[in-house]
């Protein structure tokens, strides 16, 4: 039978969620389609093998961006899982919800429902946090969210602490009652095991028998029948099929794939769809358009006090952290290396924190990204400080180039495009160097490795920026919800605008990127989805 209730195009961070939701009444028949294949692999369920998928062309999409005058014209090589899970097979696994205002400003942009406290039980509803139930967490969920205070390396706490010297407060809990401070990250690992919404999520509902999961399986257009999703077609093992949807097609390909796939059914900008040889379906200029991520930069020093670079870098002590996994599913190769940072306020005034900032004991200068291969630590000990604006203004876009469903789309960042976005990169600079210069870390500072200390003038420090800076992965906004079809492409149902039995959801239907990253609270827009799409098909 080709024929089933919902269509979900992507197992992504939220497709998984949806396919579990949709699936759990036994009378629906759902069916999840996904391009890429399993994720049973070692180096995507052990924590640090993220470093390897990274760049794994067998479990991501190995996106590149268009050349950005503000990076020097560089292109920007941006991963994005095509794989069971999605991006939450390969991302860092840092749990962060963001902060209550980026909420407020999705409602305040004309979305009722979205505030911090409409969204906070959906956050909730998901999760297992390892604390147990409270005010602001749950217990019993799906997705496991565990505290690390024990296992991090050394040097957190001194970072901590500097913090505190500095006059930020000490979070115990980035996603409770404080987001404001110091503090560190927690992360989705459940018993030293990656909890990627494929597992946390998927695989206990693949056994129901109304769930149908379609792996290595490219959905190449929507159908459509008099302003109606019918189903989608696709292209699996070189031959093409189509399925038939009764009540929805969801798309949950993310930010880059949702909006291609739109445009591939003639949903876009009428001007442009034409211009590439797409029939016109329905005119929704906004697809694609608003593209936003956080851009970073990492200062690197030179450490007088031993890091991860010395327990890693050594052969020998690749294998201890390998055996040590293997005993207990600890150590450095149970969880990420990003494990402390900091939400602040780079100056006084501000109505809330500005900057996201990153703390890694560990660096990697003197190393490559190539495929299948992890990068190597410095042979010397150091660790990493970076930093990000939470918010950025500036919008790129995502298009297709031709009518050719197997061709990529073009990712255009227009990364500092305004005044703010340059002006925060500068007082971004100097917040690290305060944080270096501060005791107790600067007593564990042997020298300022990376950018050095000749980049000292505004003009030097953001040609440095423009010259190394890169993403964090937080690609979202694409089809972003509002209740105008001129400016966006969802209402605030995630219903597409002008067409019936179409929803998008996923990170690409945020109005603006949260201030931290974006896995959780795309897990968070799944569960609300889901929770619509059962009302408005009852």
């Known amino acids: 039978m080709n024929s089933y209730d919902f269509i979900i195009v992507g197992a992504g961070s939220a497709g998984c969620v949806l396919a579990n939701r949709l699936s759990e009444n036994p009378d629906r028949r759902v069916l999840l389609i996904e391009a890429g294949g399993s994720d049973r692999s070692p180096l995507i369920q052990v924590p640090l093998g993220y470093g390897l998928t990274f760049s794994h062309p067998r479990y991501n999409w190995m996106y590149d961006t268009q050349p950005d005058a503000a990076l020097n014209g560089r292109t920007s090589f941006w991963p994005r899982g095509k794989v069971l899970g999605g991006s939450s097979s390969i991302n860092a696994m840092v749990y962060i919800r963001g902060q209550a205002g980026d909420f407020d400003d999705w409602r305040d942009a004309g979305n009722p429902g979205w505030s911090w406290d ?234 809330r ?9 560990i660096s990697y200068t003197a190393s490559t990204m190539k495929p299948g291969r992890i990068p190597n630590p410095d042979p010397f000990a150091a660790f990493l400080i970076s930093f990000n604006t939470c918010r950025p203004t500036s919008r790129g876009r995502v298009s297709i180039e031709s009518a050719n469903p197997l061709d990529k789309p073009k990712i255009e960042t227009n990364f500092l495009s305004t005044e703010q976005d340059v002006n925060d990169v500068l007082e971004g600079a100097q917040l690290l160097r305060r944080i270096a210069a501060t005791r107790p870390l600067a007593d564990a500072v042997e020298s300022e490795h990376l950018p050095g200390l000749g980049t000292q003038t505004p003009q030097a420090i953001l040609d440095d920026f423009r010259a190394r800076a890169g993403s964090v992965y937080h690609a979202s906004c694409t089809c972003a919800m509002g209740p105008s079809a001129e400016t966006s492409v969802v209402d605030a149902r995630l219903r597409v605008h002008g067409i019936q039995g179409l929803r998008v959801v996923d990170a690409s239907v945020f109005p603006f990127v949260t201030s931290g990253n974006t896995n959780a609270p795309t897990i968070m827009v799944a569960e609300k989805g889901a929770e619509m799409i059962l009302q408005d098909n009852a």
């Open 353 to 361: 924190p500005n900057m996201h900032l990153y703390f890694n004991p």
């Open 118 to 351: 409409d969204v906070l039980p959906y956050f909730k509803r998901s999760e297992d946090h390892v604390w147990g139930a409270s005010t602001h967490h749950g217990a019993g969920g799906e997705l496991r969210v565990s505290d690390f205070t024990q296992q991090v390396h050394p040097l957190c706490q001194t970072f901590l602490d500097t913090g505190v010297a500095l006059g930020w407060p000490k979070t115990p809990d980035f996603n409770g009652a404080q987001a404001e401070g110091v503090g560190l990250w927690q992360m989705t690992i459940r018993d030293g095991k990656r909890e990627s919404t494929a597992n946390a999520f998927l695989r206990p509902a693949m056994g129901r028998a109304n769930l149908t999961v379609m792996t290595h399986t490219q959905v190449t257009r929507v159908l459509m029948a008099n302003g109606r999703a019918t189903g989608v077609a696709c292209v699996q093992k070189g031959c093409e099929q189509t399925f038939n949807a009764r009540k929805e097609v969801i798309l949950s390909g993310g930010a880059i794939n949702s909006p291609q796939l739109l445009q591939l059914s003639g949903i876009g900008d009428a001007e442009h769809l034409q211009s590439v040889g797409v029939p016109v379906v329905h005119h929704l200029p906004a697809v694609g358009q608003g593209l936003q991520d956080h851009l970073c930069v990492s200062y690197y020093f030179k450490s007088k006090v031993k890091t991860l670079n010395n327990e890693l870098y050594p052969w020998y002590g690749k294998v201890k952290a390998g055996l040590r996994y293997l005993l207990d599913r600890k150590g450095p190769l149970g969880m990420s290396v990003n494990q402390a940072g900091a939400f602040v306020r780079s100056r006084p005034g501000l109505e």
